[in-house]
Structure formats: C-alpha cells, structure tokens
C-alpha cells in the first residue's frame, strides 16, 4: 500500500521523538511492503520563529492532501517562552487548534492502558489495579466551551469574562456514534459524562446519547456526572471501557486517566473525523525541560504511529506488531528515564526507538 503522511515535529522533545516513530514506521514498511511517504510541515513555536504565526494555509494544504497526519508535540515553556507574550491567537497551541478544526477532527482518541510491566509506575493500590485497567476516552474535540464566543469587558468599573459551551444535536450525535463504533470492537460498554444536573448542553448530550444507543443494543451504556467519574477513575478504573464525553471534560478526564496509568510518556492519541483520516500524536506535551537532551520516552508517538496504521490505513496486522515489540521490550527490561525504576535497563530516546525497530 502506498500512504502520504503529513509528519510535524514540532517542538521541545517533538523532533526526537517524532524520528524515531519515523523510524518504525520505515521498518513496518520495508517488512510488510508498503511506501510510506513523509513531507514535513511546521506547526506551533517553530512556525512562528519561520512565518510570524504557529499555522499556514500552506501547511494545511499539505495536511488536507495527505492520508494521515503524525504530530510530535507543540508549544514552550509557557512562563519563560517569547511566544507566550504573543496575543493568544499566535501562540503555539493556536495552530494545533486551528488544524484541528480545518481538518473537521472531531473525535479524541486516547487510550488509558496499564501495561503489566509497568504496574509499579501506577500510583493506585494494588487491590484497586487487579490486573490492570485498559478504557478508551473518546473526548469530542471541536465544541463547546473551547470554541464557543469569548470575550472579556467591563460592566460597572469591574472586569467580566464570558465563555460560552455551545453544542448542537449533529454535534453529539457523530461523536455518540463514533464511541459507540469503538466500543463494539472493545467490551461494548460506553460511560457517557455530562453534567446534566446543571448544565443544558449537558442535558441535550445526555438525550441524543439516549438516541444513538437504541442503534447499538448491544452496548451498555450509563451515564455518570463528571464529578462523580473524576472520582470513580481513581476508585476504580476496572469499570470503564469506553468514555466518552464533552471537550472540556474530556480534556480533564483523559489528563487524569493517563496519570492512573503512571506513565504520560506511553499514552497515545487520535483525532479523528467521518472517514479514516486521522492525526495522531502523543498525549504529553513538548515537554521543554527534557528537549534536546536524547532522553525523553518516545513509546507514546509510536503507538500513536501504530494507531494510524489501525484507524487509518487499516493494518491491524502491522499496528499489532507495534505494540506486541514494545511489550517485549518492556518485558526484557529496558527503560527510558521516565519509566525507570530498580533492576531496569536505562536508554535513551533514540535507543528505545532502534529496540523496537530490532524487535519487529
Ligand atoms: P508536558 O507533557 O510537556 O510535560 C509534563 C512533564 O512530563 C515534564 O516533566 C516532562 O519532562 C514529562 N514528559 C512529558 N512527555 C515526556 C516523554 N515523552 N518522556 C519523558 N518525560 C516526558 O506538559 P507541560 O510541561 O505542561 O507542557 C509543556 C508544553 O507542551 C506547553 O507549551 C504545553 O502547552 C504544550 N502541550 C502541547 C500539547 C500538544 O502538542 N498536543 C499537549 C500538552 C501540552
């Protein structure tokens, strides 16, 4: 098969990781005989140190044209960084949002898994782990309160900010469908989040949620307030398959179940629309503090990498690969700092990408 793949490294860690999914990818290719073809575009700090703003119309035109897009990281230290003291609108996480909405990607994707390996690195306890959790949060990505009218003014000598949570019934329903799609490939069960003894748009998620599952009667669904499943993910996680929830929850929650999990740097992402195009990038940030260093984690971009060659080019076989080599490297012991603990083989970025590369 022959794939274009839009690749952003974007900043802090983004280039080193993003290389060695690169990497990987070469090595799926070259063992399951496909081309995969790469154009680099920028996004982010490093299209603003080269363009003046952190998103072309250029560069999405090379994203539109393309079967997929792999995302290393985007943005700086957001105290010390030069591109913080920018108007909001050209800052980093500005072209990341703007991408997403001109790709119409409206569905997140992000796996929470505990890997066996690793259990050690989860901050629960041990009766609460079991054998381990494995949920899907499916966090709907261009709605609500992050898209809705803002603005700040002064009412009676005081300043006032409004931000308006907008969602309409098209809104939730695809993203409805799309978790209930991925829940019948899991263990059909979908948590619907909502604050519906508040808020309206809660409300009319909580209805059209309703709707969506006479579709999927095979699914059990049940519907949790978003306080309560803050609370229950760390009670216990055993009980989720597929979450699915608003943008701003979904932002909260997916942060929180990754942390269960003990490790940001093994956390993949997707953001999907309709079809099966897709970006797929980390769930961690540039992480600025560890840049340039060869030291930072990149199983996360890799697995995500991996989810592209499922969700979007539909090699299962080939994903599967993927995760099965980063099992067994995380079985024989090997490490990145992040990860590490006593009797563990330290490596660095760039090794743990050619172990896995090996283990093919
Ligand atoms: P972060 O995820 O970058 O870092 C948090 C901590 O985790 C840091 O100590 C970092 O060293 C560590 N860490 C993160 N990824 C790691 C990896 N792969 N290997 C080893 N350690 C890792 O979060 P932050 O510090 O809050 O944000 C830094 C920048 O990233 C900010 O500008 C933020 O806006 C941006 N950010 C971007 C995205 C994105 O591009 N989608 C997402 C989140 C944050």
């Known amino acids: 098969m ?47 140190d080269v363009h003046g703003v ?29 591109w913080y003291q920018l108007e909001p609108s050209l800052r980093p996480e500005a072209g990341l949002l703007k991408m997403r909405k001109e790709l119409g990607l409206f569905a ?33 990505l261009t709605g609500g309160l992050y898209f809705g009218e803002r603005k700040t003014q002064e009412i009676d000598g005081q300043m006032v900010a409004h931000d308006n949570l907008v969602y309409s019934e098209k809104e939730i329903r695809r993203i409805a469908k799309r978790g209930f799609d991925i829940a019948m490939k899991r263990r059909q069960k979908v948590t619907s989040v909502d604050k519906a003894n508040v808020l309206d748009s809660s409300r009319l998620w909580r209805k059209v949620v309703n709707e969506v599952a006479r579709d999927y009667p095979e699914v059990e669904l049940e519907h949790m307030l978003v306080d309560n499943c803050a609370m229950q993910l760390v009670r216990n996680p055993r009980q989720f398959d597929v979450i699915l929830t608003e943008n701003m929850f979904g932002d909260i929650l997916s942060d929180e179940a990754s942390m269960v999990t003990g490790s940001i740097g093994m956390l ?93």
């Not at 119309?57 to 030069?82: M, Y």
């Not at 796996?111 to 390996?117: I, K, Q, S, V």
């Open 108 to 140: 997140n994707l992000r796996p929470a898994y505990l890997y066996n390996e690793l259990k050690e690195a989860c901050p629960l306890k041990e009766e609460i782990i079991q054998d381990g959790f494995d949920m899907m949060i499916m966090r709907e």
């Open 268 to 360: 993949s992402s997707a953001s999907l629309r309709d079809d099966c195009f897709g970006m797929y990038e980390p769930s961690h940030g540039s992480a600025p503090d560890i840049a340039g260093k060869n030291i930072a984690n990149p199983i996360a971009t890799i697995l995500s990498a991996a989810m592209m060659l499922r969700y979007s080019f539909d090699m299962d076989e080939e994903a599967d690969a993927i995760e099965n080599a980063i099992k067994k490297i995380l079985k024989d012991g090997y490490r990145t700092i992040d990860i590490m603990s006593k009797g563990h083989k330290e490596v660095s970025c760039s090794k743990m990408g050619d172990l896995i590369v090996e283990n093919l």
């Open 2 to 48: 022959e794939k274009k793949i839009t690749v952003i490294k974007g900043d802090g860690i983004g280039p080193e990781i993003v290389n060695e999914a690169l990497k990987v990818l070469d090595a799926v290719a070259k063992k399951y005989n496909h081309t995969f073809t790469y154009t680099d575009i920028l996004m982010g700090g490093a299209s603003i």
């Open 54 to 82: 952190p998103l072309t119309d250029e560069a999405i035109e090379v994203a539109k044209a393309s079967d997929a897009v792999l995302l290393g990281s985007i943005g700086g230290d957001t105290t010390t960084s030069p």
